[in-house]
């Protein structure tokens, strides 16, 4: 139970830093959308254990919204990622000045924080067209623990695939 809470604790804490930018072909008819597949070259920039938590969770969020995991697609999903360190947004000021005027210097203070940016492209299966593609931003990486990653990558997947398919 408590492993429970902590779950949920951590969905509701990383959930909040997580934002999404949208964008979809217009005139799409989505309702026609109903099974899905990943590409099979995919270079998605996160590890082998990473990955499998990843897909696990999507792969949960797509059923529960109705899709079927299918080899006969009607859509196919490419994930990119990158992870990089975001700039400091700490300094520390040094001024030295006479009567008239002066000179300072800010100095860094500590490391920026580890993001994350992931891309999901959702590619028509017939045409090979980009139909609809979302890019999330986590500004802060949980920590190195397999719940606490879990757990954002079920915050991202919840909030991109809120925006799936697009409201009219």
């Known amino acids: 139970m408590k492993r429970f809470f902590t779950l949920i604790f951590c969905i509701v804490l990383f959930s909040c830093g997580v934002t999404v930018n949208y964008d979809y072909e217009k005139g799409t008819d989505f309702s026609q959308y109903k099974t899905y597949h990943y590409f099979d070259d995919m270079k998605t920039g996160l590890s082998e254990l990473d990955s499998k938590r990843f897909f696990g969770v999507l792969d949960n969020a797509l059923?529960?919204?109705?899709?079927?995991l299918s080899e006969t697609p009607d859509?196919?999903?490419?994930?990119?990622?990158?992870?990089?360190?975001?700039?400091?947004?700490?300094?520390?000021?040094?001024?030295?000045?006479?009567?008239?005027?002066?000179?300072?210097?800010?100095?860094?203070?500590?490391?920026?924080?580890?993001?994350?940016?992931?891309?999901?492209?959702?590619?028509?299966?017939?045409?090979?067209?980009?139909?609809?593609?979302?890019?999330?931003?986590?500004p802060n990486l949980p920590e190195n623990t397999p719940d606490a990653r879990e757990a954002q990558f079920r915050a991202v997947v919840m909030k991109v695939l809120d925006g799936f398919p697009p409201k009219k």
């Not at 059923?63 to 079927?68: E, I, R």
């Not at 700039?87 to 500590?110: D, E, H, L, R, Y």
Request: glycine share 18%; hydrophobic share 35%.
């Open 75 to 138: 859509f196919i999903i490419d994930i990119k990622s990158e992870t990089y360190q975001s700039a400091q947004s700490s300094t520390v000021g040094f001024g030295v000045g006479t009567g008239g005027g002066g000179v300072s210097v800010g100095m860094p203070v500590g490391e920026g924080n580890m993001s994350r940016q992931i891309i999901f492209d959702f590619v028509d299966g017939k045409t090979q067209q980009l139909i609809w593609q979302a890019i999330s931003s986590e």
């Open 63 to 68: 059923s529960a919204k109705g899709f079927t």
